[in-house]
């Protein structure tokens, strides 16, 4: 759905709002919901008992409210605190102090196809909600919880707009196929497959209309979502209206950025000195007479702008909200910006005396792109600083670039970093509109029954261009190019259910069941298109054979839970469900995916009940099998023939043919499945001033996918990708909140976790080998083919696999001199050596907020410890052969190079893998909230955030947090500083 017939349906509803007239009153109450410490409590619930008029409280916790009978009573609730009722009688102005629900806070957490009291739960699930949402310039929603949740590594992938973040809860489940969770929206499970001309799919989805996010984290959890749960699963809810008059919410932020760091290169005068040492003549006569910072000119101050505009409230008893967003990103890197228009609309109307609630979401985002060459990145590592940005004539655009004797452009130079962001136009339009309609019917007959009905849709569009003019440098062999592309996804919902819960009051037990069936369909649409020079002339033999290719899978799932709770104390939970994916033969389409978990909740029992100091005390503990269907391929057991393209054709006659050749395949190919035990414990004391949980969890992955070495002949490659691997994680989490301070006027609130996990790779292959080197992965710049990971049995993923350095009395690497492992007299692949991964052992991450008066002000910070990097930059660039290139040209280099004294590079040498532990001030906020303003009729409140402010590392690249573990032309995160302000009216 586009923007403009999203906007069709948004502007009659605001025009409506406008329009509301004042409901007929004979006197308005106005008052204060407060906490036990006086705080006021925005977003407190005040109705009218036995109507459907109310109001929320403002952002200090006021509210006014019109009542026309002084036999009124007031209804307040609010999330976290329990339910009072206030008559008015004669009373003008009333103040509430609302007490604490000690019952975990009375939370209500989002599980899959329902939700659940928080003190009810059984499983691993975590809810974060606003008030602890990380601040600041946040454009992507994975962003807001950063730090916030244990078990779960948020990696942002760079800096560029938009980029988004990897994340992995509990360090994932997979080797090759996916390690990402299920993200479900507004109860519509999202594909992870991405949208071409989009960085980031969830860039599209605006952070400022989300409500909260559970983190379902163990089997007990997520099993109720099967063959799609086994790297976690995380629910986000957005916003919803509230019955109540129409409230106005306008925000603005405005954030600078700039470059945190450099990386350490060799200076202008550094270069010439080396080259005028070691240099031969001719490279000698190449140094230039500038001294150029190719850094400082690639990048940029980058300003963006963030503009949010909501109303919501109530038309004749129907709640609604509607919202509008732009987004407008630039990028550190010059050229880089992300514009981004997003509208959103809630109706929850109710019928049959609220026997029938149904709630329509329709959300849609516009996102224009321009995308900076990031090949800059590199660029401005490698190109000589002591030649020009301009040349001073008019070829490949007036930039500088590296000619042979005969003026002709060198084809293996570094090309010109300006002249790569300033020649190359990289645009995208991408389209994305998210929605459904859920209707929930409480049969009138036995009202203990419900029958809920979930319709959505997820459909986007991505398109671009990218141009470069043949004059340009960085294509000036091919005369430029003209390309672009087309893709467009469709992702079709239907859900039910029905769910039946009873209080048995003789037995004093509660039974809350739930069935039901899903059926969801993923059809993607890629247009091909040839490739073509700047002048749209089709470069030879890249013609499409198909003029698009439509990928599908469906997925259809029976599921069960049944939640029994005997004197709300003892807790068992089970859940069962039967998918099937078209992605798997009929063979292997169906799976059983079961879990059981319980809880004892010792703080009801009679010698705690009464307790002064222990407020809340349960016990947990779960099993249970889920599944991992997304591994890549759609159809992975069907025999896929492949037509060759015109440079490998086959000749009969006269006349050559376009030949089918077969690919590899394993038809009894199926998903792969993780079996998780987790234990834990939720505490809180003194009034769950002091609150948290400690969890332990092992997992085992089997039936992984790997690629494996098979018999000549017994496929059509040597080679096959089946189901052969099995990877143990094991760890335990630690969370703590606490509010050390709490009173009138101040209050200070501290929230802790902490996560060690380990993972080891237990099988590889159909049949033991313990002479299997393993599967080497993780390819880096520079040599031809080199990895420096490997996946081996025994070992973590992704292990560094690299020859163990020699170093010299002085500490000094010895170049090429490496530890002969096995004694045999030769350095070969036999010496090298297995070590450290790329996943920490510990992630740990703290936050604190202070409340003065009308100030607020808090901090978020993240570590991660004992996770290692290989630094590619060094062994990149830290040779002199790299600045000699006997290629006839100079490059620059990184100051390593003083370090090693290393002519040739020494790609596969552990002296470039760094511990890269760390510790980052993720944010600071500081805010100031002034009440209500202009007459009183408007809330207003101003903060101010500096993100990323600082890193503790001993890590020498430029930043210690890399997705991956190879630091390589890596866009960095910038410093952002950013003011903003908040209205309510």
Do not use: C
Not at 690 to 695: P, Q, R
Not at 791 to 799: D, H, I, K, P, Q
Request: glycine fraction near 10%.
């Amino acid at each position: 759905m586009s923007l403009k017939r999203l906007l069709k349906i948004a502007l009659p509803l605001f025009i409506m709002t406008l329009q509301l007239g004042v409901f007929a009153q004979v006197r308005t109450i106005t008052g204060k919901v407060a906490d036990k410490d006086g705080n006021g409590i925005p977003g407190a619930t005040v109705t009218i008992k036995g109507t459907q008029r109310g109001v929320s409280t403002s952002a200090d916790g006021t509210f006014a409210i019109s009542i026309s009978d002084n036999s009124a009573v007031l209804v307040i609730s609010s999330i976290g605190f329990a339910r009072q009722e206030v008559p008015v009688g004669e009373l003008g102005e009333i103040t509430v102090s609302l007490a604490n629900d000690n019952s975990a806070l009375g939370e209500v957490v989002v599980v899959g196809y329902g939700t659940q009291r928080k003190k009810d739960l059984t499983g691993a699930v975590t809810l974060v909600t606003a008030k602890d949402f990380q601040k600041g310039n946040i454009t992507t929603p994975e962003q807001m919880i950063a730090g916030k949740v244990a078990g779960v590594q948020i990696t942002g992938n760079g800096g560029a707009p938009g980029a988004g973040s990897t994340i992995r809860i509990r360090s994932g489940a997979s080797l090759n196929a996916t390690n990402d969770p299920l993200i479900v929206v507004d109860g519509v499970p999202l594909d992870n497959s991405g949208i071409s001309g989009a960085a980031n799919g969830l860039a599209l989805i605006n952070p400022n209309d989300i409500e909260s996010f559970n983190v379902l984290k163990d089997a007990s959890a997520t099993a109720i979502f099967g063959s799609r749960a086994s790297n976690g699963v995380i629910i986000i809810t957005t916003k919803k209206g509230k019955r109540g008059a129409p409230t106005f919410n306008f925000s603005t932020q405005l954030s600078v950025a700039k470059i945190a760091d450099k990386i350490d290169l060799l200076s202008p005068t550094q270069i010439r000195a080396i080259v005028q040492e070691r240099g031969n003549d001719d490279q000698v006569a190449n140094l230039g007479n500038a001294n150029t910072d190719w850094q400082d000119e690639i990048y940029r101050q980058a300003l963006t702008t963030d503009n949010n505009f909501s109303a919501s409230g109530s038309i004749m008893g129907m709640p609604y909200r509607a919202s509008l967003g732009y987004l407008n990103q630039q990028g550190v890197l010059t050229g880089g910006t992300l514009k981004r228009n997003s509208a959103s609309i809630n109706l929850s109307p109710r019928f049959f005396n609220d026997h029938l609630k149904v709630d329509l979401n329709v959300r849609g985002a516009v996102s224009r792109n321009d995308f900076a060459n990031e090949g800059a990145i590199g660029g401005a590592i490698n190109f000589d600083p002591t030649q020009p940005v301009r040349s001073g004539k008019a070829e490949f655009g007036g930039y500088y670039e590296w000619l042979d004797n005969d003026d002709n452009l060198i084809n293996l130079a570094t090309r010109n970093p300006v002249g790569l962001l300033n020649t190359r136009i990289d645009k995208s339009i991408v389209e994305r509109s998210l929605g459904n309609i859920q209707f929930d019917y409480k049969f009138h007959f036995l009202p203990d029954l419900r029958a809920n009905l979930n319709l959505g849709y997820d459909v986007s569009q991505g398109e671009g261009t990218v141009f470069v003019p043949a004059y340009a440098a960085q294509s000036f062999f091919r005369e430029g190019v003209n390309n672009n592309y087309l893709q467009s996804n469709t992702n079709k919902l239907m859900d039910f259910y029905l769910n039946y819960v009873k209080n048995i009051k003789s037995i004093d037990s509660r039974i809350d069941l739930m069935a039901g069936y899903s059926y969801q369909d993923f059809k993607t649409k890629n247009f091909a298109y040839p490739d073509r020079n700047a002048a749209r002339e089709i470069i030879p033999n890249s013609e499409p054979l198909f003029p698009f290719d439509i990928p599908q899978y469906t997925l259809i799932s029976f599921f069960g839970r049944a939640n029994y709770a005997f004197k709300g104390k003892y807790l068992v939970t089970a859940t069962l469900r039967r998918d099937g994916s078209s992605r798997f033969s009929p063979d292997n389409r169906w799976g059983m995916f079961p879990s059981v978990a319980f809880a004892w909740r010792a703080s009801d029992e009679e010698f705690l009940k009464n307790s002064d100091v222990v407020s809340d005390l349960k016990f947990r503990v779960g099993y249970g099998v889920t599944g991992q269907q997304d591994i890549g391929s759609r159809y992975p057991y069907l025999p896929i023939y492949t037509l060759s393209t015109d440079d490998a054709r086959y000749q009969l006659g006269d006349t050559y043919y376009n030949m089918y050749r077969p690919n590899a395949y394993d038809p009894n190919i199926k998903w792969e499945e993780t079996s998780t035990f987790n234990v834990g414990v939720d505490f809180g004391f003194l009034s769950n001033r002091i609150s948290g949980s400690v969890e332990y969890f092992k997992k085992e992955s089997t039936d992984l996918l790997s690629e494996i070495f098979i018999p000549a002949g017994s496929n059509f490659s040597n080679k096959l990708t089946t189901n052969v691997g099995s990877l143990d994680v094991e760890g335990v989490e630690f969370t703590l909140n606490t509010t050390p301070v709490s009173s009138n006027d101040f209050s200070w609130d501290i929230g802790f976790n902490a996560t060690y996990q380990q993972n080891e790779i237990t099988n590889l292959s159909l049949f033991k080998n313990d002479d299997a080197e393993g599967n080497r992965i993780g390819g880096i710049a520079g040599g031809t083919g080199n990895t420096v990971q490997i996946n081996s049995v025994g070992y973590n993923r992704a292990a560094f696999y690299l020859y163990q350095q020699v170093y010299d009395a002085n500490g000094r690497p010895v170049e090429g001199a490496y530890v002969d492992q096995n004694g045999d007299g030769s350095i070969n692949q036999n010496d090298l050596v297995r070590s450290q991964g790329i996943d920490p052992t510990w992630l740990l991450g703290l936050s604190s907020n202070l409340n003065w008066k009308k100030w607020s002000a808090g901090f978020v910070m993240r570590a991660n410890i004992d996770n290692y990097m290989y630094n590619n930059v060094f062994s990149g660039t830290g040779a002199y052969r790299n600045i000699l290139n006997p290629g006839g040209f100079l490059s620059n280099g990184s100051s390593n190079v003083l370090e090693t004294n290393f002519y040739n590079n020494q790609y596969l040498s552990d002296y470039y893998l760094e511990n890269a532990s760390f510790l980052r001030m993720d944010n600071i906020n500081l805010g100031y909230n002034f009440g209500k303003v202009f007459n009183s009729k408007v809330g207003l409140r101003l903060n101010a955030n500096v993100q990323n402010v600082f890193v503790v590392t001993k890590y020498q690249g430029i930043d210690p947090e890399i997705n991956g573990g190879i630091d390589n032309n890596f866009y960095p995160r910038p410093r952002v500083f950013t003011v903003g302000a908040n209205l309510d009216f």
